[in-house]
Structures are given as C-alpha cells and as structure tokens.
C-alpha cells in the first residue's frame, strides 16, 4: 500500500522532531544505545520512569516487560536509521 502524501509528510515532521529531540538531549542516546547493545530488553525486565513537574512534583510508574512487548521493542529497533 503507498503512503498517502499527508502521511509522508507526518512521518517527515515525526522524523524532524526525533532529530531535534536527539540533538536536544544527547545523554538519553547515549542510554538507549547501551540499553539496545546490552540487549537489556527483555521479557520480565522492568522499565521505570520518573518526572518531576516545574513544581516539584513527583510521578512515578514502571511496567515489567512481556513477550508482546519485547516484539513491539524489536520492530521498533528495525525501523532506526543507521
């Protein structure tokens, strides 16, 4: 199926906006990078994450990784540019 022009051009402002974010925080490719080379993804591995608001407050959630998920991972793996 072809990619209808208002589709090619969302992807070509997602793909911008991963460059800018990219270029914006360099530490966080850094930590995917090593969690990719590492293969730390894996089925019963735990992902956590934090936010801390401007006002100081705090959430925080994490979700213990399974087989669907770990599937979802390697296709977004195969989709990273080179």
């Known amino acids: 199926m072809a990619m209808k022009f208002n589709q090619m051009l969302k992807f070509q402002q997602i793909k911008n906006a991963f460059k800018r974010f990219d270029q914006d925080h360099p530490k966080f490719k850094n930590f995917m990078n090593a969690v990719w080379r590492e293969q730390a993804l894996k ?36 989709m990273k540019p080179e």
Do not use: H, R, W
């Open 43 to 78: 089925q019963d591995a735990v992902i956590e994450i934090s936010i801390t608001s401007p006002e100081g407050k705090n959430y925080c959630s994490n979700i213990k990784l399974n087989a669907a998920d770990i599937e979802m991972f390697e296709q977004l793996k195969s």
